[in-house]
């Protein structure tokens, strides 16, 4: 195995450890919602028509991907009518505009049809001849139509080249997500629909990580757990938030806050936050010296116990913000840990939080600049976004053993 294989496996690995016990919540109670009629904003019997993706772990948990502009869905073409008589050859490769191959893209002329191997290579040999249209579809891709003169016995050379399936969200769908989220319960529902309009990697993985079913861990059975003395947080900052890295805290405690709002992150760092552990994967990929600093920061945050031995991390960094060169975070606690005034659970998802500017000690400009202008900026089309979801189930292989079971432009069936 290559050494780079060798350090993603060790990633993933340390990734899985990193979850397990984690990412747990109180259930939400939605008895006033019982009575909710989510209509099915015009696609008919709850149907998604135009999903991104559709990301399934080995629980069965679900989660759905609209990404894109909101615009109507694109639609196929016709299907091809191509009729003739004869039988002639049509051979080729099909390939996308950066040149690589692509494999189990069908190939149909007529009735007569046949997939590319791996290679993206195809040969049709009872193909119709005269005058045809040859229709050409991948997963991922837009169907192409193309037309073709086949002579019997003599054999038709044919190069064809895909473009990526356009994103987009369909009105349609988004309303219908938007129904569907009113009473969503990460912690009870199998299926999460997240709505993506900014088609970054992170913003992907935002939607992936965020309130993902597959992360909700029960912590009932917790034994309760108290600092002594408490963390509080007053207009002044945050005080015995004991999160220490050497001889310095992880935190700034004078920019500790209970709210979002109370902090100088601004509206759209606040609307387009990043997601922890993938924002970490990430890092560590592109230079894992680099980061340790910030690994170090999140460790000894998650690692605080409080004097007790909780089996899952009593609070841990979930949501990262980029603010005119300084990096923000959530820190979550979960619902066992007691804590002191000025403390609340401000966003109602069942856990306290508090937020706070990361000691700048902890990170250089240069990892500020590396996620503002490319993980968080950097725009990608619909293959550079499927990669990216590759990634993501690399990643997960050993916390869920997930996988893609819909490319873009299947319909999903909403529970």
Not at 15 to 28: K, M, R, T
Request: glycine share 8%; proline share 6%; net charge negative.
């Amino acid at each position: 195995m290559k050494a780079t294989s060798l350090f993603r496996c060790l990633i993933a690995t340390l990734f899985a450890l990193s979850l397990i016990g984690g990412c747990s919540d109180e259930s939400v109670d939605r008895s006033s919602d019982a009575g909710t009629n989510l209509t099915d904003g015009g696609n008919g019997a709850r149907s998604l028509k135009y999903p991104f993706a559709v990301f399934k772990h080995a629980s069965g948990k679900t989660n759905v991907l609209l990404v894109g502009p909101v615009q109507a869905a694109p639609a196929d073409p016709d299907p091809s009518t191509t009729t003739g008589t004869g039988s002639g050859t049509l051979s080729g490769t099909v390939k996308n505009a950066d040149d690589r191959p692509i494999g189990e893209a069908t190939i149909k002329v007529g009735d007569a049809s046949t997939e590319t191997d791996f290679n993206g290579a195809y040969t049709l040999s009872n193909a119709p001849t005269g005058t045809v249209t040859v229709e050409v579809s991948a997963a991922w891709y837009a169907t192409k139509q193309q037309s073709a003169e086949i002579a019997e016995g003599t054999p038709k050379q044919l190069e064809i080249v895909l473009e990526g399936k356009p994103l987009a969200i369909d009105p349609a769908d988004k309303a219908l997500a938007e129904q569907y989220n009113q009473t969503f319960d990460w912690t009870k529902d199998t299926v999460s629909v997240s709505v993506v309009e900014r088609t970054t990697q992170a913003a992907l993985e935002a939607a992936i990580f965020h309130r993902n079913p597959e992360f909700y861990r029960d912590t009932s059975g917790e034994a309760e757990l108290t600092p002594s003395p408490l963390p509080t947080v007053t207009s002044g900052g945050g005080q015995n938030f004991v999160f220490e890295v050497g001889a310095s805290g992880a935190l700034d405690p004078a920019t500790i806050r209970d709210r979002l709002a109370e902090t100088p992150v601004a509206e759209s760092a606040q609307k387009n936050f990043l997601m922890w552990e993938p924002t970490k994967h990430y890092l560590t990929l592109w230079d894992s010296a680099k980061v340790q600093g910030l690994k170090d920061m999140a460790s000894a945050i998650a690692q605080q116990g409080w004097g007790g031995s909780p089996k899952v991390n009593p609070q841990r960094v979930e949501r990262v913000f980029l603010h005119d060169s300084e990096i923000w975070v959530q820190v979550v606690f979960e619902k066992f840990v007691r804590l002191g005034s000025g403390i609340s659970d401000a966003d109602n998802d069942g856990r306290s939080e508090v937020y706070a500017k990361v000691d700048p000690a902890h990170y250089t400009a240069e990892v500020y600049e590396e996620l503002a202008n490319n993980y968080a900026a950097k725009t990608l089309d619909t293959l550079g976004l499927r990669d990216a979801l590759d990634a993501i189930e690399t990643l997960l292989y050993d916390v869920s053993k997930p996988e893609v079971v819909g490319a873009i432009g299947e319909p999903f069936q909403l529970p």
